[in-house]
Structures are given as C-alpha cells and as structure tokens.
C-alpha cells in the first residue's frame, strides 16, 4: 500500500504528531475562559484564591513588610496651596523671556515648567517684563498667564503668584510646582 504523500500546507493530525522529546505535553493554546493561575501552578490544589494571596506568597514576609512601610512612609500631599507656598524653597530656578513673541514665550515657558517638574523643583521665576520697552505695551504678561490658568487647572502646576503681588507693578511670576 502506498502512503499518500502531504504537501507542506497540509500536515498530519494532532493526534498523531509526536515532539522530539520524551515528556513534554503539545502546546496548549490558552482562551478567553482559562484560569490562567491554575493552568501555570505545578500544584492545582494549592492555587491561591486571590491576587493578593499570590503576591503575598510570593513574596518573603520581611520584603514584604519593608515594602509596605516604605509606602506608610510616603509624604502626604499639601493640604492647600497656600500651606504649599508657605513650605516652599524660594525660586530655585528662573526663565527669562525678554525679546521673545508671544508665541516663544508660550512654547518656552511651557518646557521649562515641564523641565522643572521633571527636576523636582518646587518654585521657579518667570520672568515676563513689564512691557516698557514695547511699543503694544505688556504683551506677555498677558499670554503667559491665560497659560498658566491652563496649566493650574490641568493640574500641571500647583498655583503662581505675581512676584510684587500686583500685575500693574510686577514683571515676574512665581511658579509653584506639585
């Protein structure tokens, strides 16, 4: 009898085939249904009913402790913004963007203050100009506000104060950073 001959599209049933190696099981493909942990656990008995119980056994008991101190100890957030100025350095660093369009300014100040963040500083200057010097007057102080009333309210800054208290009297901004 001759053997049908299989081209290499086809192949031979499951049944049939055989690995090279003794004692390995054929590949399983996992669905939507699988119980992944009782799958993957060498002793079905003993699979922990929970993430928890897993993480828990998984990890040694003192790593375990040390971690959850470790997040006991994490500062807590300031109460306000005010209790956030008054624990704050004074400005640790400073943008100026005299000679700079409106649309500069914008792009620079929104980089530094990312910058910043990424440094973890908690207060920076921005220095805007009091607009003397143009003949529109104060064109920035303007911009650079509008921007970071956005940026206050996306949360990506704390709060900023005029530097003098005053937007007629200042030419600068001070930015606190969460």
């Given at each position: 009898?001759?053997?049908?001959?299989?081209?290499?599209?086809?192949?031979?049933?499951?049944?049939?085939?055989?690995?090279g190696?003794?004692?390995?099981?054929?590949?399983?493909?996992?669905?939507?249904?699988?119980?992944?942990?009782?799958?993957?656990?060498?002793?079905?008995?003993?699979?922990?009913?929970?993430?928890?119980?897993?993480?828990?056994?998984?990890?040694?008991?003192t790593?375990?402790?040390?971690?959850?101190?470790?997040?006991?100890?994490?500062?807590?957030?300031?109460?306000?913004?005010?209790?956030?100025?008054?624990?704050?350095p004074?400005?640790?660093?400073?943008?100026?963007?005299?000679?700079?369009?409106?649309?500069?300014?914008?792009?620079?100040?929104?980089?530094?203050?990312?910058?910043?963040?990424?440094?973890?500083?908690?207060?920076?200057?921005?220095?805007?100009g009091?607009g003397?010097?143009?003949?529109?007057?104060?064109?920035?102080?303007?911009?650079?506000?509008?921007?970071?009333?956005?940026?206050?309210?996306?949360?990506?800054?704390?709060?900023?104060?005029?530097?003098?208290?005053?937007?007629?009297?200042?030419?600068?901004?001070?930015?606190?950073?969460?």
């Open positions: 009898m001759r053997r049908k001959k299989l081209s290499s599209r086809q192949s031979k049933p499951a049944a049939k085939r055989r690995n190696k003794t004692g390995q099981q054929p590949i399983r493909k996992l669905t939507a249904s699988d119980d992944l942990g009782v799958l993957f656990s060498s002793d079905p008995e003993n699979t922990p009913q929970s993430f928890a119980d897993a993480l828990a056994s998984g990890i040694p008991a790593t375990l402790a040390e971690i959850l101190t470790e997040k006991d100890e994490l500062p807590t957030p300031a109460q306000s913004w005010q209790a956030a100025i008054r624990n704050s004074p400005p640790q660093d400073r943008l100026d963007l005299h000679g700079c369009t409106a649309a500069e300014a914008e792009i620079k100040t929104e980089n530094f203050l990312s910058r910043s963040r990424r440094n973890r500083l908690k207060t920076v200057l921005v220095i805007t009091k003397l010097h143009s003949p529109e007057g104060s064109v920035l102080k303007d911009v650079i506000e509008t921007r970071l009333k956005i940026m206050k309210n996306d949360g990506l800054i704390l709060t900023y104060l005029w530097e003098k208290k005053s937007l007629e009297k200042s030419g600068a901004l001070l930015v606190y950073l969460p």
